[in-house]
């Protein structure tokens, strides 16, 4: 009888999950290289003022935060003078370095090469088709800090848009110069830019360079990210995409792994994780966006083995 009972029992328990990490999520090479930079000051000297959150996960600037990183805002910085500040990965507009010429101020510039060599192509676009009556036109979130520093090198007059419907900002009448945020999806670019080239071609007669210049400034490691997502998205029952809140990528590429698997669930924090999420489930895949840390989803990884 005592056998037949532990056979019973044996043949009830759940088979563990299979987890499998995302390779290819985590941070992408510009906000490793901030972080290195940021942890080998704080090495150093053991404080260090960020402007702006080093990254979009609060996981990741907590643990910064405990080293010894202060994150400020530009009021702040204003109010600061002689010491050392980081500027994150995402950029700056010219009167962050001009207040920080003024209060004597040294930067730690940690801004990507990506988005650095973007500020420069839309600060000389800027400076061609300003003569010309034209406008300069960003596709991009308003109010993210990339797009603040590429506002800035065009004096705040840069046109933002990030849906169909805010084309309307635009004259189609006048040249236009359109550029990416680094971090936005190819397919909503040029879908952008085949209806920009449709609205000119209405209200000039023509499309070629005198009037509508397109750039596409997508950093490729980010979105090479959305195919791949898409294939290991579908090679397990449920997907965790681990992110932080504020995240414009993060947001994004779940968004493509919710279509491809739509058992795809957004966390922020192994607490967030629900048992029911996995009652029929076989395997799990864990990924993240470019501000994800790999040690975060580790965690989430470890947390799924303890209690599955």
Not at 63 to 73: E, P, Q, T, V
Not at 125 to 147: C, F, K, M, S
Not at 178 to 196: A, N, V
């Amino acid at each position: 009888m005592e056998t037949l009972k532990k056979e019973s029992i044996k043949t009830i328990e759940k088979t563990p999950l299979r987890i499998t990490i995302d390779p290819d999520s985590g941070f992408c090479f510009g906000v490793v290289f901030a972080i290195q930079m940021a942890e080998d000051e704080l090495e150093k000297s053991g404080s260090l003022y960020c402007l702006g959150d080093i990254v979009h996960n609060n996981k990741e600037i907590e643990r910064l935060r405990i080293k010894g990183l202060k994150i400020i805002n530009h009021d702040d910085l204003k109010n600061l003078h002689d010491c050392k500040v980081m500027i994150r990965a995402h950029g700056e507009p010219p009167e962050t370095y001009e207040v920080a010429i003024k209060n004597n101020i040294e930067l730690i510039d940690a801004s990507c090469p990506v988005v650095l060599k973007l500020q420069n192509r839309v600060r000389n676009g800027y400076d061609e088709i300003l003569d010309h009556g034209g406008q300069i036109v960003i596709y991009g979130e308003n109010g993210h800090a990339e797009v603040e520093g590429l506002v800035g090198q065009t004096n705040g007059r840069a046109i933002i848009v990030s849906k169909e419907e805010e084309l309307s900002k635009i004259d189609f009448t006048k040249p236009v110069y359109f550029f990416s945020q680094t971090t936005k999806g190819t397919d909503g670019f040029y879908r952008m830019k085949e209806l920009i080239e449709k609205s000119v071609l209405e209200k000039q007669g023509k499309v070629d360079t005198s009037n509508f210049v397109a750039n596409d400034t997508i950093c490729r490691q980010v979105s090479n990210r959305e195919p791949q997502l898409r294939i290991f998205a579908c090679e397990s029952d449920v997907i965790l995409f681990v992110s932080g809140k504020k995240s414009s990528n993060g947001k994004a590429l779940f968004e493509v792994c919710k279509e491809a698997n739509p058992n795809t669930y957004f966390i922020s924090e192994v607490e967030e994780i629900k048992s029911e999420w996995f009652e029929n489930a076989v395997s799990v895949g864990i990924c993240g966006a470019t501000s994800t840390p790999m040690w975060l989803m580790k965690e989430v990884a470890e947390h799924l083995k303890k209690h599955s």
